[in-house]
């Protein structure tokens, strides 16, 4: 990011004295292709260092106040990785740069000089304070313990608020580029002529974008953890290295989990500005080129939801008394009722009419309120079971499309839904569906958390299985990354900013679902062994098999 | 292994009644596959709730299962994606070429690139030039410099020729005004009015209007969607005049009084 913005500093410069520079042809991938790589590789680095920090001073700060070493244990661990994972920010950043500038030249020098104050002076500032905050938390960890404790997550606090504000900034351009400043009756560029940096900051998808990233980031580095957790698992050969991976293994999981549940929520915001911005990004997201990278969305979050609540339930498998965990009746039949119900009031009051919210929220609430005065309860075993049921129903109603085509313009009657169901292919099913992937997650929590007061846990005993399921959780959630990292650049069709500034290269068409799941394979593969790497490095490498006897001390001056 | 097998049953069971149920209420035969791939989905996870729990691996035993994971995965996510319908991007390379032509690129109002790569080229052919010449002798004219060589500028040909309601036409397809507005009994989500009989409501210059100032009029019974601006205010900028006259031309063709096109409503 150092040398990213220096380029930007002395890039832009140089550029804007060969405004005739030609680009560079990348073989193999192409120009676009190359960019793509080595800027969604960034972000993934970026979406780690900046989402870490936020759950490991929460877990810092949970063990102070429960004097529970493990917090400290885990906080500090990914704090590790964090350092290690920050350098390849940094070379990854300084190569996308490289990268911009060789193949898009004259784009990359307008954007510098629309953004100079960011990329020449704010994000290399911001960047230079969170190096030397990170390090300073990193390095005063074993120093500033007992007393001194809160001084040091009162620094893991400054570090994430220096990440988020840097997070903040650079979203400016990037958003710009797909929702650029824009007034009524004028031209984008006479607008753009007269607006100054802050009009282009704030524009109409930034704030939603960064919510979306910040809560993405946290949700992205909870399964990090759990990922961490999973190999130094799989490496344990002690009980008790195996029964605190086990635990850092759930608690990570909890985050990734915890984040993940406000996240589709997150990005119905950003859709929501985004068409906003231009009602014709709409039907492009979702009924024309990009429909099919929206059921393809659709299969990964079922997946991830199905996968997060199996390791719940291989979780649950190890608590002693788990069998006396029972629940009212009522949650089990609101989750059944919830997507039939949620779609009905939604096509009648769709959101954000607040009616909605007076059919919904009593239901919802129900079981917390009339659970208590209803005798009736269910085993958690069968409360769960049907909460998988209802997970499957629906992933089916998020992933059944309008018509089995990739656009609209193909739609024929063999291919499309009957018309008395289509409202299955309609914005209302489709939260519904989500909500109730949503609901479920949250009922099995609530029962895992009664398990855990009622029983006993007995940790280092899960099932070897929840350990790929770990493993599986953070592969798909860095796909489904990469997956949407895509889809909102592709959002800006053949433009390099979105109305404003056609990209006259052969390559500004929409690629195929195909063709982008490759990459974005090789992207998460690729990102995957370097983070393997970091992990083995930093955390195994850190636990030598057996303590090395030092050996006699020797005299200073002796042969 | 029992339980396993009623699973199974209970799943192919559910299957075959989505199946004929999807069937019953004419859904096409993709969609009766599809319901029925969600009940195998809940087979398998219901089979995977009760597995025996996996045993410990250590070592190299363990790397090797990771690594064929991974490898599941990559495969699963990859044969997945490619599992939905694809976009033939070859649609959209013909559109964006008829969308820019002729559009000024800002960021490089020289073409310098086409410059250089056109230098290059007549560099070349002058280089072939000069060896043919002297092959040949300075009498004979190289043939290369004729009319319509490859040096020529590219004939306009198709809509842009003259057909002013053909470029009319080619407007609503290369703008996907099919998005919004349903025509001719195809396209739309409602999101805009239904246009077959436009022609009889206003008069090209005020569709014209129109498409370069969505402001200027609304659509009775389309109040919400007049308020949150929903048709683009981007035409203007992003058509030439000429296209934009096309569009409203051939819009203004559309006179069928049996489809019921919401009464325009004059706002400026």
Redesign the interface.
């Known amino acids: 990011m150092v040398l990213f913005a220096l380029l930007a500093l002395f890039g832009g410069a140089a550029y804007a004295q060969a405004p005739g520079t030609p680009s560079v042809e990348f073989p193999y991938t192409g120009n676009r292709t190359a960019v793509w790589i080595v800027a969604q590789l960034h972000i993934l680095f970026a979406g780690f260092i900046l989402g870490a920090p936020i759950f490991v001073v929460i877990s810092e700060w949970l063990g102070y106040r429960k004097q529970d070493p493990r917090y400290d244990r885990l906080a500090k661990e990914v704090t590790k990785v964090t350092v290690i994972l920050y350098s390849m920010t940094a070379l990854t950043g300084g190569l996308f740069i490289f990268v911009l500038l060789a193949t898009y030249p004259q784009f990359t020098t307008w954007l510098i000089n629309h953004f100079f104050m960011v990329f020449a002076v704010i994000y290399p500032l911001l960047f230079i304070g969170e190096t030397i905050v990170l390090y300073l938390y990193f390095y005063t960890w074993d120093a500033w313990k007992g007393n001194k404790k809160a001084r040091h997550i009162a620094l893991g606090v400054l570090l994430n608020l220096i990440g988020s504000i840097t997070l903040f900034v650079i979203d400016g351009p990037t958003s710009f580029m797909n929702t650029p400043v824009k007034a009524e009756g004028v031209s984008p560029a006479e607008f753009l002529a007269t607006a100054t940096i802050w009009d282009k900051m704030f524009n109409y998808s930034w704030m939603p974008l960064n919510l979306h990233r910040l809560v993405g980031n946290v949700t992205f580095g909870g399964f990090v953890a759990g990922l961490i957790a999973a190999y130094m698992y799989m490496g344990s050969t002690k009980d008790e290295e195996r029964s605190y991976y086990d635990w850092m293994g759930f608690v990570g999981n909890m985050i990734g989990v915890g984040a993940l549940l406000f996240l589709p929520f997150m990005g119905y915001l950003l859709a929501y500005e985004l068409c906003d911005y231009d009602a014709s990004i709409c039907p492009y997201m979702m009924a024309d080129q990009l429909s099919m990278f929206f059921e393809m969305q659709g299969a990964m979050i079922g997946l991830i939801f199905l996968a997060s609540n199996y390791y719940i339930w291989l979780s649950m498998k190890r608590i002693e008394g788990v069998e006396k965990v029972r629940m009212t009746i009522l949650a089990p039949i609101v989750m059944v009722a919830l997507p039939l119900v949620m779609t009905k009031v939604l096509t009648d009051y769709p959101a954000p009419d607040p009616k909605s919210l007076m059919f919904l929220l009593p239901m919802l609430l129900a079981p917390a309120v009339l659970g208590r005065f209803i005798p009736i309860t269910v085993s958690s075993r069968t409360v769960i079971k049907i909460g998988f049921l209802m997970v499957v129903v629906g992933n089916a109603i998020w992933m059944t499309p309008h018509g089995f085509v990739p656009t609209g313009a193909k739609l024929v009657a063999e291919l499309e839904l009957p018309s008395d169901w289509n409202f299955l292919a309609l914005m209302p099913a489709k939260n519904s569906a989500a909500f109730t992937l949503v609901f479920v997650t949250v009922v099995n929590y609530i029962i895992y958390n009664r398990a855990v007061t009622q029983g006993t846990i007995v940790w280092g005993k899960i099932d070897y299985a929840s350990q790929f399921v770990l493993i599986f959780l953070a592969f798909s959630a860095i796909w489904t990354m990469g997956l949407m990292g895509a889809v909102r650049s592709l959002l800006r069709k053949y433009f390099h900013t979105y109305n404003l500034l056609p990209d006259f290269t052969a390559e500004s068409f929409t690629p195929t679902l195909a063709y982008s799941a490759w990459y974005i394979t090789g992207i998460t593969v690729v990102f995957y062994a370097v983070v393997s790497f970091a992990i083995i490095v930093t955390l195994r490498a850190s636990h030598p098999k057996e303590q090395a006897h030092e050996g006699e001390a020797v005299p200073a001056g002796a042969k | 292994m029992g339980k396993a097998i009623i699973k199974i049953i209970v799943g192919l069971v559910i299957g075959a009644g989505l199946f004929m149920g999807t069937m019953a ?7 009766r596959w ?2 029925f791939g ?1 009940a195998v ?2 087979t398998i ?2 089979l ?2 009760d ?1 025996p ?6 070592g190299g035993k ?1 790397l090797v299962s ?1 690594l064929v ?2 490898a599941v ?2 495969t699963v ?2 044969s ?3 599992l ?6 070859e ?3 013909g559109k ?1 070429v008829k ?2 032509k002729g ?1 000024p ?4 109002p ?1 073409k ?2 086409e ?2 790569a056109r230098a290059k080229d007549l560099d070349q052919k002058a280089k072939e030039l000069t060896e043919r010449i002297k092959a040949l002798g300075a009498a004979q004219a190289p043939a290369g410099q004729e009319a319509g060589g490859a040096g020529a500028p590219p004939a306009t040909t198709g809509a842009a020729g003259g057909d002013v309601l053909k470029l009319g036409e080619e407007q609503w397809q290369l703008q ?1 005004c ?3 507005h349903k025509l001719k009994g195809e ?1 739309g ?1 409602k ?1 805009g009015p239904e246009l077959d009989n436009i022609g009889t409501l206003l008069p090209q210059d005020e569709i014209a209007r129109k498409i370069l ?1 969505p ?1 200027a009029y609304k659509a009775e019974g389309f109040d919400a969607e007049y308020e ?7 035409y ?3 058509m030439e005049p000429k296209d934009v006259q096309a569009l409203a031309a051939w819009l203004s063709t559309f006179k069928n009084t049996s489809v019921n096109t919401p009464k325009p409503i004059k706002m400026k």
């Not at chain 2, 729990?53 to 250590?58: N, Q």
């Not at chain 2, 690129?105 to 490089?108: E, S």
């Open positions: 209420f004419d859904f096409p035969p993709v969609f599809l319901f969600y989905l809940g996870v219901f995977i709730l597995a729990t996996m045993k410990v691996m250590s363990a990771l994971f991974y995965l990559c996510f990859i997945g994606a490619s939905w319908p694809q976009y033939d991007p649609d959209e390379k964006i969308l820019l559009k690129n800002l960021l490089d020289w310098a690139e410059v250089i996907e099919y998005n919004c396209g989500k999101r100032d402001k949150k601006g929903k048709m683009p205010d981007k203007k900028d992003l």
